[in-house]
């Protein structure tokens, strides 16, 4: 343990008089930790608030001072703030956690102490931190180590709460540390340093555990954040242990937060999918934490581990994948990479540091960068991607396997040295200073990375092994705390065992097991003990070496174990299985066995039992035990596995549901009696004091809960552990559910066959305490077995003291505990005890190993030293063991599985051979009797069917080999379809898009060829547009026209006319029509015809007026200019060209001539049209000469074939050679490589085959592969056949040779021809010669043509193919031009997007302005209104007084009262207006000086005076009022006119400023088309010229530079020669022309003024016209309107036409009510008859009734005493019958009276009635049915 200063910090730095009072404060603080206030409370859960205050926090700071200050201050009611002194420490003894003893066990506190810590948390975010030069500091576990670099030594802090550390961070001065705990409530502790005393100690930061802190620049404050639930962020004033501010930080992890090393009033704080920019802000409630939340916009969310705050505010951070981010204003703003597109790391960048103007970012891919901070901070976007690419100044790549995640900075004699974290399991010393002299990075230690998986002690000194995923075995030595060796491997290790001493007597021997199944048996010795060559010298303290290496398993092993007499060893296995080896010099396989589950630890019996037994603990509750197995016994001929060996299983059952309700019902029983107990008592009590107790209040009793049911979980609970007691009987240790107790279990000697279905039950269990969700890992014990060791999933470690050397409830009530490892993740892997029992060794999954001394001091085991075992003899010279290094290698079983069979296809391979032969023999007998049977004579030899011996063998062969065709078929159905499919992509891919490929069409005398164009299909959206918006054109141009046309014929059409031509066509589809029809339509027609008379006036009038506006609107203006004369300027202008250069600087692009990327894409897409239709043409052609050249092929070989029949004939002297055959070159027919047939695909197979075959050959034995897919492929029927001998061939040739020497017995000699025959044979030659000859020069004509098509068509090519490098040239420099404008589109954009707001905004502005003029108007005219309102009323009020009226000053004066006030406001308010109307100033003056008169004298205007005319002052009154509201208008309407002419103003003002900025963006518009020009200017275009083109020559030579050449095309040159004649010719033509147009002029003017006065005078006599007839001037055009009103005429043909359907309607009428009176009489004919028949039907019952009653008084007797039923029917039918013709009757009394009405609802009303007389006339039915019935 580290010496700290004991009791001496209130002496030494408080007064004496305080020191108890201090230290009793701080036991006090520890004791009851302040809690946290309501307020506080209420912060934390609206801690989403961003903003938030210390409020709330100030109850917490009262509670921390009240735990602080004496115990006499705190009963003092005065709350004082007291200061913490600068001088006051805690106590380290009375804050640090301590061991867990159960009381009175008397177990010593010391029982375990920690000596050293060999691991390392590698993975751990910021575990590593430099106090100084020599002190490197880090967490392990529950302890803070302090490592001294020089002397290897390390110190050690605890944790307070013994929950664990989150982190450390130290203060910028280096003497203060801060280590934030976790656990429930957790502190956060400032440290001194060196002296490692507690300063401070901070209190309610955090619920669970602190994550991270960071001291400000200043060090003043501390700001802390804490894991989930909370994530709270807090800032601290450390020194007084308060907190000032407190948020919540974010919702999920947070990993970091910061302080800005240059604005303190900054934080960041960074995590999972997050980053948060926070200021501390004074507001007027106080200071408050703000933050903003950084948003990623387009840029992946990423988790952000490590960034930077810059001077300016700004943060850099990095990325999952590598890149930097620049954060600004809480966006990003730019994000870094490298050169082409490259990340700045590849992998996460997880520490950027801002160090000496240099950025340093450290990333996992183990590369540390340097960047110019200048370069990163003036960083901006480039384009919309927003990346920008930046190239580190220095970089350093610290090593291969190398993850590096933080580093710290120290001075070392004056020169920066920096410590890095690797988390590969690594700390490094770097130099960073990039010079010549920079010192190479050195790996100072070495440690796991990650868990450790198993640890394993040497049975004979102080050797620890350990293993892990990160593929290593490490050798350390305890007793020096230092690692000796280290071997690595291609897999992770995943269980180790160190060999027994009766195994290796030297203890040097170590059994490991790997995730792929490989164990690996390796030996650790001592170099030094080897022979040592000269020159050499071995310096290593311990080498490991592989010694042997073997795979029992498939998968990861996880156990192993030897036996207790050193003979066998076994390995289990996630695969299930247990393998056992005979342990020799070499490890030999002796079998293996099948469990039921993943095998989870193995152990072997102990000594003091009888038999050796291997007890195996499944993952999944399976317990077996196994005897050992002897080799001898076991017959590994075909397999390893072991069948016959005897198995004791035992699955576990659930009990600790019952175990549950035991203690429940112990509970309520216990609970039962004390109240029975206290009840009985209470009688007792009420006997004594007199009282009686009835029976109710004895009997009332509660109702008890039910009991729980009984649980089993679904799924088994796992084994973690377990170990032998006694023979058969063995303790488990299970997790989950089944947690918290030991389990003692027993084998059964009954065998189940089903394992999965049995169920075994402990027969005791020891409760653990505090282990219901902290279970028990790993046990071990001592030698001696008087210690149980325990290995917690928290990390802890308990030890339980066995006085029995046996487990029981009271040994395990007593235990010592001690958290030593992370409680969240250091769950204890391994425990073991050093051989001798002194150190206790543990290792956990956070990649910590302890050790401890075992109730020894340190200074005991000062003379202890670790003996390294010596190598053994010949060790030298043995060969290097062969390793597994393939993780998919065969396992044992598997290679012995492979042999096997391997054997049994050898033997079947032979098998086969052997039948091979036989058949190949019975094949040659038979070839010999078919041999035989056709040398006989034709009579006597067999049919081929006679060999047949049954014809049904043949058929079932058929119908096999049929199945079997169809069988491959199915099997090769779904790879067929797979290919196929992958076909058809393919072709889609790559032939589909092709339109043309190469085809190469060669000459067939001569090495000419052509070929053609390989075109990839174009896409038709090119022509699509193209037709499309010309089609769109041409039908909007028809459309247009076919609308105008309608327009104009509807226009010349008058409106009434198209009415009454409707209603023409409606008359006219009547045939039979009345008077009254005709003589309306006469009517009709006679208006009508007025109608087009007046309309062709009408027409006149507008056709003369059109035409007089046409001629006014053809008259010239004075500014008239001829469209001729401006269509030649504009033309003149257009084809002088323009003499300012494009590289000029006053040169402006014209409208038209402006170029942007879509007229240049579109300049593109139109070029590449034009290419691929010319390249398309050439091809066509190109194929249809390869079609020629197959056409000629064809007939060439029909030629040569009649040629081979015509030379048959004659002799081989006259034959002349025969003309080759051309044949089709390969690249003719590209085509043809994409068909394939039998043949093909049957090449390509062997092929193939030949290739597999090969493969096989070199990998190994053709079975191999075979045996690993599990099947064998069966030989084809073909390759059977290739197998049969080649003696059956030949023996088939010779039968065939000997049936052609027959045939030739038989031939007959010729006869001798005669003349006339040789006469005939000799026409016959001189027309074969002939013939001969003419098809040899035919197919020589055919040959020479098709060459000469071939020379003309490859000269057509040769020059399309200079047009197409020149168009190819010009798509380069437009496709150039492009990217350029490509570039400037966005600029440009901007700017028209600018042109067009500012247009839009000038076109409202304008609009505003012209409809504000129009108001102004309006509000003039109506003040104008209003003054002649004014005027008209005085000028009306002079005339009512008359002449002479003595009463009119009076009157005058009443009329002008109350006017003065009213003018005085107008005046004032229209002082600051500066447009008055001149009008309205003087009618205004002249009335105000008559009101200034008025007003000057008082009076009463409520009396009339005497004398005065009564109505006359009651006028002036009336006139008053109406002058009053006059004015009154008047001035709003001044008013409105003023604020009108206000707003004008404005707008006036806004438009020239929007003028003055368009004028300005249209200037930037134009000078960017210029720059825009100028970059176009800047591109370089090919020009191709040969030499007799260039005519550009300085002193008759051609110079050697061509910048100021011109490049002309040769038309263009002659066209510019030419045009200077012309030129000259046209000026003196329009010389001429103007003279001849100044003569026309004058005559013009001349015959203009005759005609002025011509039209003078005709005018004058048409006036005197018109006066002489009318009497006036006459408007003749509103003469005519007038003349004929046909509006009257038409409302006259209206009435008619009303009157005549009115009159029809009421004949209509009149024929309805004539029906309906018919219809009436006849169903009253009806109903009186009916009423006849009811009448008689009413007298027949009355002579039944009668007769029935005689009958009654006759007969007598029972059977005619009652009522007979059918009487009783008969009655009742009879009455329906009654009611049904009253019911008839009514109705009809009811349409009567309907038909007599003549309204208009007659209808409605019969149809009601006769649905009423249709439901009436059904009712009745029913009766008589019922009667029927």
Same mark, same amino acid.
């Given at each position: 343990?580290?010496?700290?200063?004991?009791?001496?910090?209130?002496?030494?730095?408080?007064?004496?008089?305080?020191?108890?009072?201090?230290?009793?404060?701080?036991?006090?603080?520890?004791?009851?930790?302040?809690?946290?206030?309501?307020?506080?409370?209420?912060?934390?859960?609206?801690?989403?608030?961003?903003?938030?205050?210390?409020?709330?926090?100030?109850?917490?700071?009262?509670?921390?001072?009240?735990?602080?200050?004496?115990?006499?201050?705190?009963?003092?009611?005065?709350?004082?703030?007291?200061?913490?002194?600068?001088?006051?420490?805690?106590?380290?003894?009375?804050?640090?956690?301590?061991?867990?003893?159960?009381?009175?066990?008397?177990?010593?506190?010391?029982?375990?102490?920690?000596?050293?810590?060999?691991?390392?948390?590698?993975?751990?975010?910021?575990?590593?931190?430099?106090?100084?030069?020599?002190?490197?500091?880090?967490?392990?576990?529950?302890?803070?180590?302090?490592?001294?670099?020089?002397?290897?030594?390390?110190?050690?802090?605890?944790?307070?709460?013994?929950?664990?550390?989150?982190?450390?961070?130290?203060?910028?001065?280096? +003497?203060?540390?801060?280590?934030?705990?976790?656990?429930?409530?957790?502190?956060?502790?400032?440290?001194?340093?060196?002296?490692?005393?507690?300063?401070?100690?901070?209190?309610?930061?955090?619920?669970?555990?602190?994550?991270?802190?960071?001291?400000?620049?200043?060090?003043?404050?501390?700001?802390?954040?804490?894991?989930?639930?909370?994530?709270?962020?807090?800032?601290?004033?450390?020194?007084?242990?308060?907190?000032?501010?407190?948020?919540?930080?974010?919702?999920?992890?947070?990993? $970091?937060?910061?302080?800005?090393?240059?604005?303190?009033?900054?934080?960041?704080?960074?995590?999972?999918?997050?980053?948060?920019?926070?200021?501390?802000?004074?507001?007027?409630?106080?200071?408050?934490?703000?933050?903003?939340?950084?948003?990623?916009?387009?840029?992946?969310?990423?988790?952000?581990?490590?960034?930077?705050?810059?001077?300016?505010?700004?943060?850099?951070?990095?990325?999952?994948?590598?890149?930097?981010?620049?954060?600004?204003?809480?966006?990003?703003?730019?994000?870094?990479?490298?050169?082409?597109?490259?990340?700045?790391?590849?992998?996460?960048?997880?520490?950027? &540091?801002?160090?000496?103007?240099?950025?340093?970012?450290?990333?996992?891919?183990?590369?540390?960068? !340097?960047?110019?901070?200048?370069?990163?901070?003036?960083?901006?976007?480039?384009?919309?991607?927003?990346?920008?690419?930046?190239?580190?100044?220095?970089?350093?790549?610290?090593?291969?396997? &190398?993850?590096?995640?933080?580093?710290? %900075?120290?001075?070392?004699?004056? +020169?920066?040295?920096?410590?890095?974290?690797?988390?590969?399991?690594?700390?490094?010393?770097?130099?960073?200073?990039?010079?010549?002299?920079?010192?190479?990075?050195?790996?100072?230690?070495?440690?796991?990375?990650?868990?450790?998986?198993?640890?394993?002690?040497?049975?004979?000194?102080?050797?620890?092994?350990?293993?892990?995923?990160?593929?290593?075995?490490?050798?350390?030595?305890?007793?020096?705390?230092?690692?000796?060796?280290?071997?690595?491997?291609?897999?992770?290790?995943?269980?180790?065992?160190?060999?027994? =001493?009766?195994?290796?007597?030297?203890?040097?021997?170590?059994?490991?097991?790997?995730?792929?199944?490989? &164990?690996?048996?390796?030996?650790?010795?001592?170099?030094?003990?080897?022979?040592?060559?000269?020159?050499?010298?071995?310096?290593?303290?311990?080498?490991?070496?592989?010694?042997?290496?073997?795979?029992?398993?498939?998968?990861?092993?996880?156990?192993?174990?030897?036996?207790?007499?050193?003979? !066998?060893?076994?390995?289990?296995?996630?695969?299930?299985?247990?393998?056992?080896?005979?342990?020799?010099?070499?490890?030999?396989?002796?079998?293996?066995?099948?469990?039921?589950?993943?095998? =989870?630890?193995?152990?072997?019996?102990?000594?003091?039992?009888?038999?050796?037994?291997?007890?195996?603990?499944?993952?999944?509750?399976?317990?077996?035990?196994?005897?050992?197995?002897?080799?001898?016994?076991?017959?590994?001929?075909?397999?390893?596995?072991?069948?016959?060996?005897?198995?004791?299983?035992?699955?576990?059952?659930?009990?600790?549901?019952?175990?549950?309700?035991?203690?429940?019902?112990?509970?309520?029983?216990?609970?039962?009696?004390?109240?029975?107990?206290?009840?009985?008592?209470?009688?007792?009590?009420?006997?004594?004091?007199?009282?009686?107790?009835?029976?109710?209040?004895?009997?009332?009793?509660?109702?008890?809960?039910?009991?729980?049911?009984?649980?089993?979980?679904?799924?088994?609970?796992?084994?973690?552990?377990?170990?032998?007691?006694?023979?058969?009987?063995?303790?488990?240790?299970?997790?989950?559910?089944?947690?918290?107790?030991?389990?003692?279990?027993?084998?059964?000697?009954?065998?189940?066959?089903?394992?999965?279905? =049995?169920?075994?039950?402990?027969?005791?269990?020891?409760?653990?305490?505090?282990?219901?969700?902290?279970?028990?890992?790993?046990?071990?014990?001592?030698?001696?077995?008087?210690?149980?060791?325990?290995?917690?999933?928290?990390?802890?470690?308990?030890?339980?003291?066995?006085?029995?050397?046996?487990?029981?409830?009271?040994?395990?009530?007593?235990?010592?505990?001690?958290? &030593?490892?992370?409680?969240?993740?250091?769950?204890?892997?391994?425990?073991?005890?050093?051989?001798?029992?002194?150190?206790?060794?543990?290792?956990? #999954?956070?990649?910590?190993?302890?050790?401890?001394?075992?109730?020894?001091?340190?200074?005991?085991?000062?003379?202890?030293?670790?003996?390294?075992?010596?190598?053994?003899?010949?060790?030298?010279?043995?060969?290097?063991?062969?390793?597994?290094?393939?993780?998919?290698?065969?396992?044992?079983?598997?290679?012995?599985?492979?042999?096997?069979?391997?054997?049994?296809?050898?033997?079947?391979?032979?098998?086969?051979?052997?039948?091979?032969?036989?058949?190949?023999?019975?094949?040659?007998?038979?070839?010999? *009797?078919?041999?035989?049977?056709?040398?006989?004579?034709?009579?006597? @030899?067999?049919?081929?069917?006679?060999?047949?011996?049954?014809?049904?063998?043949?058929?079932?062969?058929?119908?096999?080999?049929?199945?079997?065709?169809?069988?491959?078929?199915?099997?090769?159905?779904?790879?067929?379809?797979?290919?196929?499919?992958?076909?058809?992509?393919?072709?889609?891919?790559?032939?589909?898009?092709?339109?043309?490929?190469? !085809?190469?069409?060669?000459?067939?005398?001569?090495?000419?060829?052509?070929?053609?164009?390989?075109?990839?299909?174009?896409?038709?959206?090119?022509?699509?547009?193209?037709?499309?918006?010309?089609?769109?054109?041409?039908?909007?141009?028809?459309?247009?026209?076919?609308?105008?046309?309608?327009?104009?014929?509807?226009?010349?059409?008058?409106?009434?006319?198209?009415?009454?031509?409707?209603?023409?066509?409606?008359?006219?589809?009547?045939?039979?029509?009345?008077?009254?029809?005709?003589?309306?339509?006469?009517?009709?027609?006679?208006?009508?015809?007025?109608?087009?008379?007046?309309?062709?006036?009408?027409?006149?009038?507008?056709?003369?007026?059109?035409?007089?506006?046409?001629?006014? /609107?053809?008259?010239?203006?004075?500014?008239?200019?001829?469209?001729?004369?401006?269509?030649?300027? #504009?033309?003149?202008?257009?084809?002088?060209?323009?003499?300012?250069?494009?590289?000029?600087?006053?040169?402006?692009?014209?409208?038209?001539?402006?170029?942007?990327?879509?007229?240049?894409?579109?300049?593109?897409?139109?070029?590449?049209?034009?290419?691929?239709?010319?390249?398309?043409?050439?091809?066509?052609?190109?194929?249809?000469?390869?079609?020629?050249?197959?056409?000629?092929?064809?007939?060439?070989?029909?030629?040569?074939?009649?040629?081979?029949?015509?030379?048959?004939?004659?002799?081989?002297?006259?034959?002349?050679?025969?003309?080759?055959?051309?044949?089709?070159?390969?690249?003719?027919?590209?085509?043809?490589?994409?068909?394939?047939?039998?043949?093909?695909?049957?090449?390509?197979?062997?092929?193939?085959?030949?290739?597999?075959?090969?493969?096989?050959?070199?990998?190994?034995?053709?079975?191999?592969?075979?045996?690993?897919?599990?099947?064998?492929?069966?030989?084809?029927?073909?390759?059977?056949?290739?197998?049969?001998?080649?003696?059956?061939?030949?023996?088939?040739?010779?039968?065939?040779?000997? !049936?052609?020497?027959?045939?030739?017995?038989?031939?007959?000699?010729?006869?001798?021809?005669?003349?006339?025959?040789?006469?005939?044979?000799?026409?016959?030659?001189? $027309?074969?010669?002939?013939?001969?000859?003419?098809?040899?020069?035919?197919?020589?004509?055919?040959?020479?043509?098709?060459?000469?098509?071939?020379?003309?068509? #490859?000269?057509?090519?040769?020059?399309?193919?200079?047009?197409?490098?020149?168009?190819?040239?010009?798509?380069?420099?437009?496709?150039?031009?492009? *990217?350029?404008?490509?570039?400037?589109?966005?600029?440009? %954009?901007?700017?028209?997007?600018?042109?067009?707001?500012?247009?839009?905004?000038?076109?409202?502005? @304008?609009?505003?302005?012209?409809?504000?003029?129009?108001?102004?108007?309006?509000?003039?005219?109506?003040?104008?209104?209003?003054?002649?309102?004014?005027?008209?009323?005085?000028?009306?009020?002079?005339?009512?007084?008359?002449?002479?009226?003595?009463?009119?000053?009076?009157?005058?004066?009443?009329?002008?009262?109350?006017?003065?006030?009213?003018?005085?406001?107008?005046?004032?308010?229209?002082?600051?207006?500066?447009?008055?109307?001149?009008?309205?100033?003087?009618?205004?003056?002249?009335?105000?000086?008559?009101?200034?008169?008025?007003?000057?004298?008082?009076?009463?205007?409520?009396?009339?005076?005497?004398?005065?005319?009564?109505?006359?002052?009651?006028?002036?009154?009336?006139? =008053?009022?109406?002058?009053?509201?006059?004015? $009154?208008?008047?001035?709003?309407?001044?008013?409105?006119?003023?604020?009108?002419?206000?707003?004008?103003?404005?707008?006036?003002?806004?438009?020239?400023?929007?003028?003055?900025?368009?004028?300005?963006?249209?200037?930037?518009?134009?000078?960017?088309?210029?720059?825009?020009?100028?970059?176009?200017?800047?591109?370089?275009?090919?020009?191709?010229?040969?030499?007799?083109?260039?005519?550009?020559?300085?002193?008759?030579?051609?110079?050697?530079?061509?910048?100021?050449?011109?490049?002309?095309?040769?038309?263009?040159?002659?066209?510019?020669?030419?045009?200077?004649?012309?030129?000259?010719?046209?000026?003196?033509?329009?010389?001429?022309?103007?003279?001849?147009?100044?003569?026309?002029?004058?005559?013009?003017?001349?015959?203009?003024?005759?005609?002025?006065?011509?039209?003078?005078?005709?005018?004058?006599?048409?006036?005197?016209?018109?006066?002489?007839?009318?009497?006036?001037?006459?408007?003749?055009?509103?003469?005519?309107?007038?003349?004929?009103?046909?509006?009257?005429?038409? *409302?006259?043909?209206?009435?008619?036409?009303?009157?005549?359907?009115?009159?029809?309607?009421?004949?209509?009428?009149?024929?309805?009510?004539?029906?309906?009176?018919? @219809?009436?009489?006849?169903?009253?004919?009806?109903?009186?008859?009916?009423?006849? @028949?009811?009448?008689?039907?009413? /007298?027949?019952?009355?002579?039944?009734?009668?007769?029935?009653?005689?009958?009654?008084?006759?007969?007598?007797?029972?059977?005619?005493?009652?009522?007979?039923?059918?009487?009783?029917?008969?009655?009742?039918?009879?009455?329906?019958?009654?009611?049904?013709?009253?019911?008839?009757?009514?109705?009809?009394?009811?349409?009567?009276?309907?038909?007599?009405?003549?309204?208009?609802?007659?209808?409605?009303?019969?149809?009601?009635?006769?649905?009423?007389?249709?439901?009436?006339?059904?009712?009745?039915?029913?009766?008589?049915?019922?009667?029927?019935?």
């Amino acid at each position: 343990m580290p010496s700290f200063v004991k009791g001496q910090e209130g002496a030494d730095e408080k007064p004496a008089e305080g020191a108890q009072a201090d230290h009793s404060g701080v036991q006090e603080s520890k004791i009851s930790l302040p809690k946290e206030s309501p307020t506080a409370e209420e912060e934390e859960e609206e801690v989403e608030q961003v903003e938030s205050d210390n409020e709330g926090v100030e109850g917490d700071l009262e509670d921390q001072n009240s735990g602080e200050v004496p115990l006499k201050a705190q009963k003092t009611p005065e709350k004082v703030e007291r200061k913490i002194s600068e001088t006051f420490f805690y106590n380290y003894e009375d804050i640090c956690s301590q061991p867990f003893i159960t009381e009175d066990s008397g177990i010593p506190i010391n029982l375990l102490t920690l000596k050293h810590s060999l691991g390392y948390e590698c993975t751990r975010s910021v575990n590593l931190l430099l106090m100084d030069s020599q002190t490197l500091m880090y967490i392990a576990g529950n302890q803070v180590v302090l490592l001294d670099l020089k002397t290897k030594s390390q110190s050690y802090i605890r944790s307070s709460s013994g929950g664990g550390i989150g982190f450390i961070t130290a203060h910028p001065t280096r +003497q203060y540390f801060a280590v934030g705990e976790k656990g429930k409530k957790p502190n956060l502790i400032i440290y001194h340093f060196p002296s490692l005393r507690p300063y401070r100690i901070l209190q309610g930061g955090t619920e669970e555990a602190y994550v991270f802190g960071d001291f400000n620049h200043a060090g003043t404050l501390l700001a802390s954040v804490g894991s989930s639930p909370d994530y709270m962020l807090t800032i601290w004033d450390w020194k007084q242990e308060k907190i000032m501010l407190r948020s919540k930080a974010f919702s999920q992890d947070v990993y $970091k937060v910061t302080f800005s090393a240059d604005n303190e009033q900054q934080l960041t704080t960074a995590g999972a999918g997050h980053i948060r920019f926070w200021k501390m802000a004074l507001t007027f409630t106080g200071l408050k934490l703000q933050g903003a939340l950084g948003r990623f916009g387009k840029t992946a969310v990423t988790d952000i581990i490590g960034y930077v705050e810059l001077p300016d505010g700004r943060v850099i951070s990095g990325t999952e994948w590598g890149n930097l981010l620049l954060w600004e204003g809480g966006l990003i703003k730019v994000e870094l990479c490298r050169a082409g597109r490259k990340p700045c790391h590849s992998g996460p960048v997880s520490q950027l &540091v801002l160090d000496e103007g240099e950025l340093f970012t450290v990333g996992k891919d183990g590369s540390i960068r !340097v960047w110019n901070f200048e370069t990163i901070d003036a960083a901006d976007s480039v384009d919309d991607t927003g990346l920008l690419e930046v190239e580190p100044m220095n970089e350093l790549r610290v090593g291969r396997n &190398v993850s590096l995640s933080f580093m710290s %900075k120290v001075d070392e004699s004056g +020169q920066p040295v920096w410590y890095a974290q690797d988390t590969n399991g690594a700390i490094w010393k770097l130099d960073l200073t990039f010079s010549n002299v920079s010192r190479d990075p050195e790996c100072l230690y070495t440690f796991h990375s990650g868990g450790i998986e198993a640890l394993s002690v040497s049975p004979v000194t102080y050797l620890l092994a350990t293993t892990a995923l990160d593929r290593s075995v490490r050798i350390y030595d305890f007793i020096s705390n230092s690692q000796l060796s280290e071997i690595k491997f291609k897999q992770g290790g995943t269980a180790l065992l160190w060999a027994p =001493r009766v195994v290796n007597p030297k203890g040097g021997l170590i059994a490991v097991g790997f995730e792929d199944g490989v &164990v690996r048996i390796i030996e650790v010795y001592d170099p030094k003990g080897l022979p040592v060559l000269a020159g050499q010298t071995n310096t290593e303290n311990a080498k490991i070496n592989l010694k042997q290496a073997f795979k029992p398993h498939s998968a990861a092993v996880t156990a192993l174990a030897y036996e207790r007499n050193g003979d !066998v060893l076994a390995t289990g296995s996630k695969d299930k299985t247990v393998f056992f080896f005979a342990v020799e010099d070499e490890y030999k396989p002796i079998g293996f066995i099948c469990v039921p589950g993943p095998v =989870r630890a193995l152990q072997w019996s102990p000594p003091s039992h009888v038999n050796s037994m291997l007890l195996i603990l499944c993952e999944n509750g399976f317990a077996l035990q196994v005897p050992a197995p002897l080799p001898e016994e076991k017959d590994t001929m075909s397999t390893y596995q072991i069948k016959n060996l005897p198995i004791q299983c035992f699955h576990f059952c659930s009990i600790k549901s019952q175990i549950k309700l035991k203690e429940e019902i112990a509970l309520r029983e216990k609970k039962k009696q004390e109240e029975e107990k206290a009840k009985l008592e209470w009688i007792k009590q009420q006997q004594e004091m007199g009282k009686e107790v009835e029976e109710e209040e004895l009997e009332e009793e509660p109702e008890e809960e039910p009991l729980p049911p009984l649980y089993i979980p679904e799924e088994p609970s796992p084994i973690l552990c377990g170990f032998y007691s006694t023979p058969g009987k063995f303790w488990l240790s299970l997790g989950g559910y089944d947690s918290g107790f030991l389990y003692h279990c027993e084998f059964s000697n009954d065998h189940q066959e089903d394992l999965e279905n =049995r169920e075994d039950k402990p027969f005791e269990v020891i409760p653990i305490e505090d282990t219901d969700n902290n279970p028990v890992h790993q046990i071990s014990f001592c030698t001696s077995r008087l210690l149980m060791f325990c290995g917690m999933q928290n990390g802890a470690l308990r030890v339980y003291p066995l006085q029995d050397k046996d487990l029981s409830v009271h040994t395990m009530k007593e235990y010592w505990s001690f958290n &030593v490892h992370d409680n969240d993740y250091g769950q204890i892997q391994g425990i073991c005890c050093s051989y001798d029992d002194r150190f206790l060794i543990t290792c956990g #999954r956070d990649g910590n190993i302890f050790t401890f001394n075992i109730l020894s001091s340190e200074d005991v085991h000062k003379e202890l030293k670790t003996k390294i075992p010596s190598p053994r003899s010949g060790l030298e010279k043995e060969k290097a063991a062969e390793d597994i290094e393939d993780p998919n290698a065969y396992n044992i079983e598997e290679v012995k599985q492979k042999t096997e069979y391997e054997r049994i296809m050898k033997e079947a391979e032979e098998k086969k051979t052997k039948k091979r032969k036989e058949l190949n023999a019975l094949r040659h007998e038979f070839l010999l *009797l078919l041999q035989k049977n056709q040398e006989l004579p034709k009579h006597m @030899q067999l049919h081929r069917d006679q060999f047949e011996m049954d014809h049904r063998i043949f058929e079932e062969l058929d119908r096999q080999t049929a199945q079997r065709i169809q069988l491959v078929q199915k099997e090769m159905a779904w790879e067929r379809e797979k290919h196929l499919l992958g076909l058809q992509k393919l072709q889609k891919q790559f032939r589909d898009s092709l339109e043309f490929d190469t !085809v190469v069409v060669h000459a067939i005398q001569s090495n000419h060829q052509i070929s053609t164009y390989r075109l990839l299909a174009i896409s038709e959206k090119y022509y699509q547009d193209k037709e499309h918006s010309s089609w769109k054109r041409a039908v909007l141009k028809q459309s247009w026209k076919q609308t105008e046309e309608k327009e104009i014929v509807r226009g010349t059409r008058h409106p009434d006319a198209i009415i009454f031509e409707g209603e023409a066509k409606k008359l006219k589809t009547s045939e039979v029509q009345k008077r009254s029809i005709h003589y309306i339509e006469r009517k009709r027609e006679k208006i009508r015809r007025i109608v087009e008379k007046f309309d062709e006036v009408k027409a006149k009038i507008v056709k003369r007026k059109a035409e007089w506006d046409e001629l006014y /609107q053809s008259k010239p203006r004075d500014v008239y200019q001829s469209p001729r004369d401006v269509e030649d300027t #504009r033309e003149a202008q257009e084809n002088m060209g323009c003499y300012e250069l494009k590289a000029a600087t006053n040169y402006r692009v014209p409208e038209h001539k402006r170029m942007d990327a879509a007229k240049k894409m579109l300049q593109l897409t139109s070029l590449e049209v034009l290419i691929h239709k010319k390249k398309v043409n050439m091809n066509k052609e190109i194929l249809s000469l390869r079609d020629l050249k197959i056409s000629i092929i064809e007939e060439i070989k029909s030629l040569v074939q009649e040629l081979k029949s015509i030379q048959a004939t004659l002799d081989l002297s006259e034959r002349l050679p025969l003309p080759l055959i051309p044949q089709l070159h390969p690249d003719e027919v590209p085509e043809k490589k994409f068909e394939c047939d039998s043949d093909v695909l049957l090449k390509f197979k062997e092929e193939q085959e030949t290739k597999a075959k090969l493969q096989e050959q070199l990998e190994g034995s053709p079975s191999s592969s075979a045996f690993r897919h599990g099947f064998l492929h069966a030989p084809s029927v073909k390759q059977m056949e290739l197998r049969e001998p080649a003696t059956g061939v030949c023996s088939m040739k010779t039968a065939s040779s000997v !049936v052609t020497e027959q045939q030739k017995v038989f031939e007959m000699e010729k006869a001798e021809p005669t003349e006339m025959e040789l006469e005939i044979l000799q026409k016959e030659k001189i $027309k074969n010669l002939y013939l001969q000859e003419t098809l040899i020069k035919k197919i020589n004509t055919l040959v020479i043509n098709f060459d000469a098509e071939l020379c003309f068509l #490859r000269h057509k090519k040769l020059k399309l193919d200079v047009q197409m490098k020149s168009a190819d040239l010009h798509y380069i420099t437009w496709y150039e031009e492009l *990217l350029i404008l490509k570039k400037l589109e966005k600029h440009e %954009k901007l700017l028209h997007e600018r042109v067009n707001t500012l247009i839009s905004e000038q076109e409202a502005l @304008q609009s505003k302005l012209n409809s504000n003029l129009a108001q102004m108007k309006d509000r003039k005219c109506e003040i104008v209104k209003l003054q002649e309102c004014k005027k008209a009323l005085h000028a009306n009020f002079q005339a009512s007084l008359g002449e002479n009226n003595e009463f009119a000053d009076f009157l005058a004066k009443v009329l002008m009262k109350k006017i003065n006030c009213m003018e005085e406001k107008g005046v004032e308010r229209e002082e600051d207006e500066e447009d008055k109307d001149e009008e309205e100033d003087d009618e205004e003056s002249s009335l105000g000086s008559h009101e200034e008169n008025t007003e000057s004298e008082d009076f009463d205007d409520s009396v009339c005076p005497k004398n005065c005319n009564e109505a006359l002052f009651h006028n002036t009154i009336q006139l =008053r009022q109406k002058w009053l509201d006059i004015e $009154k208008a008047l001035t709003e309407e001044k008013k409105v006119a003023a604020k009108l002419r206000k707003q004008y103003k404005a707008l006036a003002k806004e438009a020239k400023e929007v003028e003055t900025c368009l004028n300005t963006t249209d200037r930037e518009l134009e000078t960017f088309q210029w720059e825009k020009q100028q970059r176009l200017n800047e591109l370089y275009v090919a020009v191709p010229l040969k030499l007799h083109q260039v005519e550009y020559l300085v002193d008759g030579e051609m110079p050697s530079d061509f910048s100021q050449a011109l490049v002309f095309t040769k038309q263009s040159l002659e066209y510019l020669q030419k045009r200077v004649v012309d030129l000259r010719n046209e000026k003196i033509m329009q010389r001429e022309i103007y003279k001849k147009a100044q003569e026309q002029h004058k005559q013009l003017v001349q015959d203009k003024k005759e005609m002025e006065i011509k039209i003078r005078r005709l005018e004058e006599k048409c006036k005197q016209l018109m006066m002489l007839k009318f009497g006036r001037l006459v408007d003749f055009e509103a003469v005519q309107e007038h003349s004929v009103n046909i509006r009257r005429e038409k *409302l006259k043909v209206q009435i008619m036409e009303k009157e005549y359907e009115h009159s029809q309607e009421l004949k209509k009428w009149e024929e309805r009510i004539s029906e309906l009176q018919q @219809q009436l009489m006849k169903l009253t004919k009806e109903n009186t008859s009916k009423l006849q @028949q009811l009448n008689h039907f009413c /007298q027949e019952k009355q002579q039944l009734e009668m007769k029935l009653a005689l009958l009654k008084n006759d007969l007598v007797g029972e059977e005619f005493q009652g009522i007979r039923t059918t009487d009783i029917k008969e009655k009742t039918k009879l009455e329906s019958q009654l009611k049904y013709l009253a019911r008839e009757s009514a109705f009809l009394r009811e349409e009567i009276n309907l038909l007599r009405r003549k309204d208009g609802s007659i209808r409605q009303e019969i149809a009601l009635l006769s649905r009423k007389n249709w439901q009436l006339f059904q009712q009745p039915s029913a009766p008589q049915d019922s009667a029927t019935n």
